[in-house]
């Protein structure tokens, strides 16, 4: 009998940890989504500056966006955004 619930435990435990690592799969794969998004903004912003499009510069703010530079300007809006970018 010991070893008939022996097995038990064993299957059972085997069930949870395949569950388990399958609810991770979707986190990753989002990791993975987020960094490639993450390098092409910055591409894209690279570009743009590169070749003063403000149009493809300020294609990812939104009108309510706030910004600090790296000189700890502050910044409101998309139109004071273009402002300081023009």
């Known amino acids: 009998m010991k070893i008939f619930y022996l097995g038990l ?3 059972g435990g085997t069930v949870l940890s395949c569950q388990n690592q399958n609810e991770t799969v979707p986190l990753t794969n989002t990791r993975e ?3 490639l ?3 092409q903004m910055v591409a894209d912003r690279e570009t743009a500056m590169i070749q003063k499009d403000m149009a493809l510069a300020m294609g990812r703010f ?3 966006a706030t910004w600090i530079n790296s000189q700890g ?3 409101e809006g998309r139109e004071g955004l273009k402002s300081f970018m023009a």
Request: charged share 25%; proline share 0%.
């Open 37 to 39: 998004e993450l390098i």
């Open 9 to 11: 435990l064993w299957i």
């Open 33 to 35: 989504q987020d960094s």
């Open 73 to 75: 300007y502050y910044f």
């Open 62 to 64: 939104t009108e309510d």
